[in-house]
C-alpha cells in the first residue's frame, strides 16, 4: 500500500525535498540552517516556521525520502516481474539514491544525529528486511534461487553488507564510487542465492544490459 507523507503543504514538502538533498551532496555535520535557507532561496524565518532545528529538518527530510523511496520500491513491485528482475530493478533505485551521496552522511548520522540514524535503521530492518525475505521466498517458488536458503540469516547478511557500503575505511571513496560498490554487492548476493537457472538468467540479463548501454 502506497505511503503518504503527513499533510503537509507544497513549501514544506519542497523545504524537505530540497534540504535532503544539500545534507547528501555536502554532508550534514559542517552544513548550517543558514546554509540550507540560502541553497533553497528563502528566508530563516521561513525555514523555522516549518522545524524546529537542524535535527527536526534532517529526521523530517529523511522520513520524506523513506516514504519516497518506499513508494518506488511499491511500483516495481506490482509490476510483478520475477524475483531477480524484482531485485535488479530495486537495486537501480537504490544506486540511483547513493550514488552522490557524501562520504559523510553516515558517520555524521552515527555520531551527531541518532533519531536520524533510528529512522534509517528502522526502515531497513523492517521494511528492506521484509522486502528481501518475500523477494527470496517467491525466487525459490519460480526456480531462481536455491530452494533450500535459509531466508532470515541472508537477509542479514544482506543489511550487513549495506552498512559496509558506507565504510570509509574499508571503501575509500577516493577509489571507490558508491555506485560500483553497490552494485557488486548485489551481483554478490544474487550469485550468492540463485539456482542454476537463475545465474544463467542473470548472466543473460547483464550481457543484455552491456548491449543496450
Known amino acids: 500500500m502506497k505511503k ?6 507544497e513549501k514544506h514538502l519542497e523545504i524537505i525535498q530540497g534540504a535532503l538533498k544539500i545534507f547528501m551532496t555536502l554532508g550534514i555535520k559542517s552544513v548550517t540552517m543558514d546554509d540550507v535557507a540560502s541553497n533553497l532561496g528563502i528566508s530563516k524565518k521561513t525555514l523555522y516556521k ?3 532545528d537542524k535535527s ?3 529526521i523530517q527530510s529523511v522520513k520524506g525520502f523513506q516514504v519516497h523511496e518506499y513508494n518506488l520500491i511499491l511500483e516495481v513491485i506490482d509490476r510483478k516481474l ?3 528482475d524484482e531485485s535488479y530493478e530495486i537495486s537501480k533505485i537504490v544506486m540511483n539514491h547513493i550514488s552522490d551521496i557524501h562520504p559523510s552522511v553516515m558517520f555524521d548520522m552515527q555520531r551527531h544525529y541518532p533519531g536520524a540514524m533510528r529512522l534509517f535503521e528502522e526502515y531497513k530492518s ?5 522486502w528481501l525475505l518475500e523477494n527470496m521466498e517467491r525466487g525459490m517458488k519460480e526456480g531462481y534461487f536455491r530452494n533450500n536458503l535459509n531466508t532470515e540469516i541472508i537477509a542479514k547478511f544482506y543489511l550487513s ?3 559496509q557500503c558506507f565504510n570509509q575505511e574499508m571503501f575509500p571513496r577516493a577509489k571507490f564510487s558508491m555506485k ?3 552494485l557488486e554487492m548485489f551481483r ?3 550469485r550468492g542465492i540463485a539456482s542454476e537457472k537463475g545465474v544463467e538468467f542473470l548472466r543473460e540479463k547483464i550481457k543484455k544490459e552491456k548491449q543496450q548501454s
Open 180 to 182: 560500483d560498490i553497490y
Open 161 to 163: 553488507h549495506m552498512d
Open 126 to 130: 523492517e521494511t528492506v528486511y521484509n
Open 82 to 84: 520475477n524475483a531477480i
Open 4 to 9: 503518504e507523507l503527513e499533510t503537509i503543504d
Open 56 to 58: 527536526d529538518l534532517l
Open 188 to 190: 554478490y548476493h544474487i
Open 50 to 52: 516549518y522545524v524546529k
